[in-house]
């Protein structure tokens, strides 16, 4: 079983659409949590932390759920510049990072 | 500029060659990572080095090998170039994390490696 696992879509969805993305992550100490988002031929860049308590960056909702070892990353009103590949990410011993296989969104118009 | 650059951005090379890529910051971080991105966009810890000490070392053919002359530059040596190594390698770094305070990564454009 992977360590990170997050369905890679792709998610095809319009303007305006709310779309929802969910991981799972296998190592019951991983210390924290992120969404990262990857542009085409680009490098991976934070796009939130993920709380217990959840927490929102305007259109982006991150939630986290340790007894079920579940993130979820929650993108209200798309946008086309939101089209990318969304990486869930865990820590392990603090240090590296562990990444998810990705999952691929595209917005159109 | 503040941030990690990394050179080549490009490097195409045969089979059996030495190669090396570069990175640097400049973000005054003391903690810096290589990872590898393999063709099915699976991005992996490779090396981390702090303080130029070796802290990470995942499972890795040691045709890799890493070089941290100061904590402002890593760098990655492969010896031997396999097809398998064709991939893109980001440089990544970050201040050193402590306990269970994380402290963001901060990563290079990569660098794509295609051996023929």
């Known amino acids: 079983r992977k360590e990170v696992e997050q369905d890679p879509g792709p998610f095809n969805v319009p303007e305006g659409a709310t779309v929802a993305f969910n991981c799972t992550y296998s190592n019951s100490a991983s210390q924290s949590f992120f969404w990262y988002r990857q542009d085409c031929r680009k490098e991976p860049k934070l796009l939130m932390s993920?709380?217990?308590s959840g927490n929102e960056d305007g259109r982006f909702t991150a939630q986290l759920n340790r007894a079920s070892q579940y993130i979820s990353l929650l993108i209200r009103d798309s946008k086309l510049s939101d089209s990318a590949t969304y990486l869930c990410v865990v820590t392990k011993a603090g240090t590296a990072l562990i990444f998810g296989k990705g999952t691929t969104l595209s917005v159109s118009s | 500029d503040t941030a990690v650059s990394q050179t080549p951005k490009y490097l195409v090379t045969q089979m059996g060659n030495d190669k090396s890529i570069k990175c640097e910051q400049n973000?005054?971080?003391?903690?810096m990572y290589w990872y590898k991105q393999d063709s099915k966009k699976f991005l992996k810890i490779m090396f981390s080095?702090?303080?130029?000490?070796?802290?990470i070392n995942e499972t890795v053919p040691n045709r890799f090998s890493p070089k941290s002359p100061d904590k402002a530059h890593l760098n990655l040596h492969i010896n031997s170039l396999e097809l398998g190594d064709s991939a893109v390698y980001f440089c990544?770094?970050?201040?050193?994390?402590?306990?269970?305070?994380?402290?963001?990564?901060?990563f290079g454009p990569g660098t794509r490696l295609t051996v023929l």
């Open positions: 990544a770094s970050s201040r050193r994390p402590s306990g269970t305070n994380y402290n963001e990564q901060f």
């Open positions: 993920v709380y217990s």
């Open positions: 973000l005054g971080h003391d903690t």
């Open positions: 080095y702090n303080n130029k000490e070796l802290i």
